[in-house]
């Protein structure tokens, strides 16, 4: 079976793969560029680190979207959830045939504030 080597650009999964592929919006992509370009002047193996973690999570959201949480403390929004990796929150919503990913904060950041811009 082609699973152990296939790649993220393979048009479809199969049933064993999971329900979900993610998408991530484009806020999503520029939080992370953002952070990784920030990790990377302090210490690049440690944005090196985060990237893989970010990306591990996500293929497991993909898996299994209910392991994050609803943040009725954050937002109004209940098909949000939020999914904790290193210190930042992934901020995404799923249905039966995609996950979006659409922030990726710092956990120690008005994450409210962040979100009133239209996820919540």
Same mark, same amino acid.
């Given at each position: 079976?082609?699973?152990?080597?296939?790649?993220?650009?393979?048009?479809?999964?199969?049933?064993?793969?999971?329900? &979900?592929? %993610?998408?991530? *919006? $484009?806020? =999503?992509?520029?939080?992370?560029?953002?952070?990784? !370009?920030?990790?990377? +002047?302090?210490?690049? &193996?440690? %944005?090196?680190? *985060? $990237?893989? =973690?970010?990306?591990?999570?996500?293929?497991?959201? !993909?898996?299994?979207? +209910?392991?994050?949480?609803?943040?009725?403390?954050?937002?109004?929004?209940?098909?949000?959830?939020?999914?904790?990796?290193?210190?930042?929150?992934?901020?995404?919503?799923?249905?039966?045939?995609?996950?979006?990913?659409?922030?990726?904060?710092?956990?120690?950041?008005?994450?409210?504030?962040?979100?009133?811009?239209?996820?919540?």
């Amino acid at each position: 079976m082609r699973r152990a080597n296939a790649s993220r650009s393979d048009a479809g999964a199969s049933p064993d793969e999971g329900r &979900s592929r %993610a998408r991530f *919006t $484009l806020p =999503a992509r520029s939080d992370l560029l953002e952070l990784i !370009e920030f990790l990377v +002047e302090r210490d690049p &193996s440690v %944005a090196e680190q *985060t $990237l893989k =973690a970010t990306e591990r999570s996500v293929r497991r959201l !993909e898996k299994y979207p +209910e392991l994050g949480h609803r943040r009725s403390d954050l937002v109004d929004n209940s098909k949000l959830r939020f999914f904790s990796v290193r210190g930042y929150l992934v901020v995404y919503r799923s249905n039966s045939s995609r996950l979006d990913v659409l922030r990726i904060l710092h956990g120690r950041r008005d994450a409210r504030a962040q979100l009133g811009a239209g996820e919540g």
